[in-house]
């Protein structure tokens, strides 16, 4: 599948009422496609100026900004609609509180709406060389209920970030973890400019991999902190870089959990050179513990 189905994946676009964040120059779903409200941080106009000078962004190209979420909650920038899906592709790992973005995405969603991510895997991007997220470290930012990326992620990602990453090389088993981006005392300087200054740095405050997002998840789930279920899991494909992942509202804790523990358990360890499609199918299917077994006969169907 490619990129688009995988986002779309049994979603009718021409019917249903969705909303894609932070679809800039590039939206999954157009409107020619559909009813689909465009929601960032920003206007269109001072989006524009924000990246006159971005190689990887054609200005001339962005979408019509329907609701700037950032001082208001999502909801009120929406003006109360409720929607079928809402779709961000590679944005979930900027958001300064994890806990609250997921929480009013979820307030906007009808009952049987869904979340759709694209996520980057950080075993095959610039983030290679930083330490997955911790659970701690995301309860702290929904604590202080995080409105700008907080000191240590944005120490974390100056520092560590490598240019010269090529997720095509690492599938073929290269050991080059590129090179340095920054150095020590930019990463500090960076971060006071954030303190003292109240400046925003756009950084990736969250790194995953498939598993970590999914444990992650499990564990606010079964805290009462996340009211979603995972609906649909794509895996990082060969020589790609991302992983799918649809979510949907789900008042029952324990399946919930479940649903996020069975997404964990199948998720593969990378190994380059990976073989066939059917010795893949078997590896995923014996790393599901016999304690699971039944739980995956029960939701293997969403992940098919």
Not at 2 to 15: H, I
Not at 227 to 256: G, I, W, Y
């Amino acid at each position: 599948m490619e990129r688009r189905e995988k986002l779309l994946y049994g979603l009718d676009t021409s019917t249903a009422i969705g909303v894609e964040i932070g679809a800039l120059c590039r939206p999954v779903v157009t409107r020619t496609d559909g009813v689909v409200y465009y929601v960032d941080h920003a206007r269109t106009e001072d989006l524009r100026q924000k990246y006159k000078d971005d190689p990887q962004v054609d200005v001339d190209a962005l979408v019509d900004v329907d609701a700037v979420w950032g001082q208001e909650s999502l909801s009120e920038a929406l003006e109360g609609k409720r929607v079928d899906y809402v779709i961000a592709s590679h944005v979930v790992e900027h958001v300064p509180d994890l806990v609250g973005w997921l929480t009013e995405i979820c307030a906007i969603l009808k009952s049987d709406g869904q979340l759709r991510l694209a996520v980057p895997d950080k075993r095959f991007t610039f983030d290679l060389m930083r330490e997955e997220s911790r659970l701690s470290d995301v309860l702290s930012a929904y604590v202080v209920r995080a409105r700008m990326p907080q000191p240590q992620a944005i120490i974390d990602h100056v520092l560590n970030v490598r240019y010269d990453v090529s997720a095509g090389e690492i599938w073929l088993g290269s050991k080059s973890n590129g090179r340095p981006a920054h150095t020590f005392a930019d990463a500090i300087n960076v971060a006071k400019d954030a303190v003292a200054n109240d400046n925003y740095h756009d950084v990736h405050c969250w790194v995953f991999t498939p598993a970590s997002f999914a444990k992650i998840c499990r564990q606010l789930v079964e805290n009462g902190l996340l009211r979603m279920s995972c609906v649909k899991f794509f895996d990082t494909a060969r020589n790609e870089l991302e992983f799918h992942v649809h979510m949907q509202e789900c008042a029952d804790v324990e399946l919930a959990a479940k649903t996020w523990a069975y997404m964990e358990e199948i998720a593969l360890p990378f190994q380059p050179q990976i073989s066939t499609p059917h010795r893949v199918h078997l590896r995923r299917m014996q790393s599901v513990p016999r304690r699971l077994y039944s739980i995956a006969r029960r939701v293997r169907g969403m992940f098919q």
